[in-house]
């Protein structure tokens, strides 16, 4: 099993960036590809970015491609999402997930085993 813990988010003026981390312990954390999601209010939980086990290749939503970029270290066991030129709509609880097995599944959430407790990004106009 493995535990994660998100941390970075906070209040943004639109515009600006943030970063977030996602720290994981437990299991071997270069066993499992990692995504982001977020949910906003009254909405479904949405795919954000994802990452290969080893990060050679990754997979954005179309919405926030050219804007956010997830990143990892597998040696401090932890990924990345940096956010820039954020916008209002950009304002969610935001998630870190890990994928166990051989086949990367990138944005299907229905995929991802683990889950973050979620921070929350909230980006003022």
């Known amino acids: 099993q493995v535990q994660l813990v998100e941390s970075g988010g906070g209040l943004v003026q639109a515009g600006g960036s943030l970063r977030l981390s996602c720290a994981a312990s437990g299991r071997t954390f270069s066993n499992y590809a990692m995504g982001w999601f977020r949910q906003a209010p009254m909405k479904e939980r949405e795919f954000v970015a994802a990452i290969s086990w080893g990060g050679s290749s990754t997979y954005a939503a179309d919405s926030v491609k050219g804007r956010f970029t997830i990143s990892r270290d597998n040696a401090k066991n932890t990924v990345y999402l940096q956010m820039n030129s954020l916008k209002p709509e950009d304002t969610a609880v935001y998630y870190c997930?890990?994928?166990?097995?051989?086949?990367?599944?990138?944005?299907?959430?229905?995929?991802?085993?683990?889950w973050g407790q979620g921070t929350q990004v909230t980006v003022s106009s």
């Open positions: 997930a890990a994928q166990s097995g051989s086949i990367w599944f990138r944005g299907d959430v229905s995929k991802y085993d683990y």
